[in-house]
């Protein structure tokens, strides 16, 4: 018997990341391509139901190509200034402990630093939908993080709180802490990220407010400088009817109090 087959073949603009989508076995894989890359996709079904994923056309192949040489290039060259970053603070590359350290820095690196090629609002927006009648405060707290100072390059960490109050559309729960991760993998300072994550939420969603506390521990406070342990550093961001004192007090009296198990 032939394999009956199914073909969509759909020449599109898609954005950083195919979203991951099921129906009825019909599965689109999520896969890291070009802001501009167009897709050919073909999925083939087998009588076993099983998915085949999409065969990506000669195109899209060779741009797929193009950016692994091009991660592979920087992870050499980040390497090579290691490795010599290390030979100048006196230490031997070539001993056994040291002689992988700079590739495994680089590729560190790489991951930390991983947010500057994905688009938050994108991701908030592959999960927007439309709900007219909830208007009452959306909160997603005690989200972990890490991320890097830019003066220091030692890292930071602590807990975003966000909330949000709908204007007709919600964003899927999920894609809130996701978006704390995009802006937390860059170079930061704590007051920036603070900002950039209410503005994305505001411009992407329109709601009627967003407000946005994050909590942090410095390590360019505790283990250089000034060198204390305990110190936690507090900043918050607001916009709409956050404006409010009264709708700001409220959400901190949400953060303060415990959370009911279910």
Not at 126 to 134: L, P
Not at 252 to 262: F, P, S, V, Y
């Amino acid at each position: 018997n032939q394999e009956p087959v199914l073909r969509l073949v759909d020449v599109c603009v898609v954005h950083r990341s195919f979203l991951a989508t099921s129906c009825r076995g019909l599965s689109f894989v999520r896969r890291s391509v070009r802001h501009d890359a167009k897709v050919d996709c073909r999925l083939s079904f087998v009588p076993e139901r099983d998915v085949y994923y999409e065969r990506r056309n000669s195109y899209l192949r060779s741009v797929s190509m193009k950016e692994t040489e091009a991660l592979l290039e920087v992870r050499r060259q980040v390497s090579e200034h290691y490795r010599q970053i290390i030979e100048l603070l006196g230490e031997d590359t070539d001993r056994e402990g040291l002689k992988k350290t700079p590739m495994r820095v680089a590729k560190a690196m790489q991951f930390l630093l991983k947010g500057y090629d994905e688009d938050p609002e994108a991701v908030l927006a592959s999960a927007m939908f439309k709900e007219e009648d909830y208007k009452q405060m959306v909160i997603v707290k005690d989200i972990d993080f890490f991320s890097l100072c830019e003066h220091h390059m030692l890292p930071f960490f602590g807990k975003v709180h966000v909330a949000y109050i709908p204007n007709h559309y919600i964003t899927g729960l999920s894609k809130i802490p996701r978006i704390v991760d995009i802006f937390a993998h860059r170079l930061q300072i704590q007051e920036r990220m603070t900002l950039q994550i209410k503005e994305c939420l505001q411009k992407t969603l329109n709601p009627l407010g967003v407000m946005v506390v994050i909590e942090a521990q410095h390590m360019c406070m505790q283990m250089r400088g000034v060198e204390k342990q305990n110190s936690i550093t507090t900043t918050s961001a607001y916009s709409g009817v956050f404006g409010s004192s009264k709708t700001r007090n409220e959400f901190m009296d949400l953060l303060r109090g415990e959370t009911k198990r279910i």
